[in-house]
Structures are given as structure tokens and as C-alpha cells.
């Protein structure tokens, strides 16, 4: 008889796991995202239906014998084990609660939660309606004024829709450095420059930063070089990539000098299919920043795309014509070298989200308020210089993952190749071995800050998002089936 009854819980168990799974998935299946605007569990009519009414009369009925107790037993031994196996399904595709509190509030849907589900989901989808009718108004009205990015309106009012910019990360002062790494391998651009490492730019002196807490990177401006020897420098990177937000760096003046190729930039390792964005960039004695976007094929430049600068390229597939990418010249003379510096620099603004990438000058008597006082509102700002629209270029899938970069380089694919055109004297050689022409190689940076908003921390931009969820929730049904099944069996 022990025999039969063992085989008989094991023969019972898998059908009790399938009615179990069933119950407690579609159950399951109402929890909104952690992190996602979701209603309150606990309505004051949910409220009602948990709390006994005070002339309700007490249920002291007793309760039933099971007819089959070790059936019984069986259940709530199953019962207990599919919890634990779900619990730790949720916590894989969900994340782990930091707290009993916080897993209460998140997993458990309360007393009266399905009785008001329908209602709270009609409310949801009403809400998801209006906001994306607004966003599309927004668009169109956005696509008349300007062609890309928001403009102000003729009373100078925001746009009540435009999403909130929180200062993410700070790069300034005395720590600076702290969260950059020094580059010390070939250029890549075949530039006539050796990077430096950490150590050794910190002792000569070709990175530091000063007492009123401008930061200093610049070139070694002492050494007499032979013919063709590379001149040193220096080339940073954050320690963290960004897909997406918005970048404002406050910058007193940028290198430049005959055969000096600066650049401020942001790329991914994974080069071109992870996309290049270019935003302060010059060679020689250019006067005019120019903002280049380099990806893999694919990619265009809208023309007319809503920005005020001048078009140099549209076809922004960096395996082609000699990696000139799709690239946009300001029309300020004073955005670039030594008009720059001597107007006291200005503000470079990049805004990459779902509405595209734009790029912003101001010089520092016109920086926006707002920038000032590290609430930004590109709504405010009018046209960019520069902007790659998403209608001609898939912004998801051609730019993920960026690092931020300062470097300073010599001759090379760029300036090497335009020397001749330059006005500069002799060959691009000859001005690199003389440290006299190496002086205004010099960044001198305030800060650079850098914003999110709502949209970007819930992953609009990341590619693969919805199969990286679909996969985590595989894992954690996976996962649950096995545990509850042998658990079953042990």
C-alpha cells in the first residue's frame, strides 16, 4: 500500500504542477514592470473589500476535513515549492528587491487587485493614447517650425510635453581624470602622435588640471623631434559608454596650429557598426567647428533637416569615400580655433535621443540660461547647428554604447591629406618637429555634464531590448518549471 500511494504522488504531482502553473501565471501576468508608471495596488475601494465590515456577522464556521489528507499534504507541498520556484523567476527577470518592503510592493498584487485590473488597464491605455496623440502634435508642429529639434515659440514658452533633463554625471574639477582612461596605443587616424600613459601625462605635465579647477590636456610643446618621429600626446576616454542623453561641455578654448587635429567625439569599439559622432572637430587654423556623424551603411543625412549649418556630406557610411562620413560645417567663425579662444570659448551641446542626434554652439556670451543653471531645455535652444534626422538613419541601430573622447592628434588621414590646401608653410612634417608650432595644442576645459531623462532610463535607444526581456523571461519560466519539478521529486 506505501507502494502504490508513492506512485500514485508521483503520477499526480506533474498534473497538479500544470494546474498550478496555469493559475498562478495568468495571475502573474497583471504585475506591472518594476520601475513603470504603474496604478496604486490599494485602491480605498480595494481598502473596503480587505477590511470586515463592522455589522458583518463572524465566519466561525469550521473548516471541512480533506477527504484524502495526503493528497492534501501533497498540494500544499507543491504549492510551497511552485512559490519559492516563481519567487525566484520574478526576482531573474524583475531584478532582485532591495527590500521585504520594497518585494511586497512589487510582487504582491494585494486584496481587490483583480476585481479593479480592467479598470485600471482601460485608464492605462487611455492615458498611453493621449500621451502619444500629444507626442505626435508635438512632432508635426516641431517638423513646421524647425525641421528636427524643438524651437521656442513667439511668447517663448516650453513645450509642455518635452521630456525633463536630470544631471547624470559630472566630469570637472580637481577629480576629472578620476573616470577617463589614458589611451596609449596606435592612432587609428594614422596620425604622427604617440598617446601617453596616464603616468607619464600626469609627469610631464601634458594633463592636470589648475588651481581654479580648469582642466589642461595639451601636446608636448618642448621637444625637438627628428623627421617623422611622432610627437606626444594625450587621448581620453570615459570609463563609461552612453546610448543616448544629453552632453554639455563648457570649453574655454580647443587645440589648433598648422598639422593639429583635435577632437571632442564619442564611438563604441564595435567602429563603424556602433556609429561615430563627431561634435567639435577642426585641422589647421579652421575657425569653423565641423560635426560629423561616421556608421555603417545605411545612414543619411536629411537635407533640409532643420539646422543652420552648411552640408559638406549626406551619406554617412564610414566604408566609403575615404571614411568622410556625413558631415556639417557651422557657419561661425568663432566655433573653432583661435576665434574661439579669444571670445573666452563657449558651449557644445549634443542631444541624442529618439528625435535624433543634434549639435548646439554657443558662444559664452549667448550660453543659455538653463545651461547655466544645469537645467537644460534643448526646447528652448532653436535650431541646431547640426542634426542627423531618424526619418534617413535607423538612430537605434547605427549608434549604441558610446565612450566619450578628447584627443589631440598630428598630420594624419585628415590633416595630413589637406595640408597642401591649408595656407600652412612647408610639409605637415616640418611643422610637427618645431615645438614653437605646438603651443596652442591645448585644451582648457570648465566641465562637461552630461543628462538623462525618463525615456532614455527605460531603454527607448538600447538595441535588443525587447529580445533581452523576452529572453530574461524565458530563463525565469525555465527556471521555475525545473525547480518546482525536481523539487517535486526529491
Known sequence: MTKLNLATQKLLLPITLIILIFTLASNAAVHPPIGKSSPKRHTSSQAENSTPKPNAAPNNTPRRAHPYPELDAMLKKSQSLWTRAFTAGERLVRGHPKSKTQRDKNLGPGPGYSASLKAMKRKEKKEKRAQRQKRQTNLASTATTSGSAAAPSATGSTNSSAPVWILDDVYAGQNFFDYFAFYNYKDPTNGLVEYVTADEAFGSQLAYVQKDNKVIMKADNTTVLQNGQPRKSVRIETNKAYTGGLFILDLERGPYGCGVWPAFWTTNANWPQNGEIDIYEGVHLSTNNQMTWHTSPGCNLKVPGGFTGY??????????????????????????????????????????????????????????????????????????????????????????????????????????????????????????????NINEAIWVINSLRTYTNSDLQAGVLNAGTSWRSGKNLLWGVVMSLLVTFFGGWI
Not at 313 to 339: P, R
Not at 363 to 386: H, S
Not at 403 to 410: A, D, L, M, R, S
Request: with cysteine; aromatic share 10%; hydrophobic share 35%.
Open 311 to 436: 552640408v559638406n556630406s549626406t551619406d554617412c557610411n564610414a566604408l566609403i569615400n575615404n571614411n568622410e562620413g556625413c558631415a556639417i560645417t557651422d557657419q561661425s567663425y568663432s566655433s573653432s580655433g583661435a576665434t574661439l579662444k579669444n571670445i573666452g570659448g563657449g558651449a557644445f551641446a549634443v542631444k541624442w535621443d529618439t528625435t535624433g542626434i543634434s549639435v548646439w554652439f554657443f558662444p559664452r556670451a549667448v550660453i543659455p540660461d538653463d545651461i547655466l543653471e544645469f537645467t537644460p531645455n534643448p526646447a528652448l535652444w532653436g535650431q541646431p547647428q547640426a542634426h542627423l534626422s531618424p526619418d534617413n538613419c535607423d538612430i537605434v541601430q547605427h549608434f549604441q554604447e558610446h565612450k566619450i573622447i578628447f584627443n589631440i592628434t598630428f598630420c594624419g588621414d585628415w590633416a595630413g591629406m589637406t595640408y597642401l590646401t591649408s595656407g600652412c608653410p612647408g610639409t605637415c612634417n616640418d611643422q610637427i618637429m618645431n615645438p614653437a
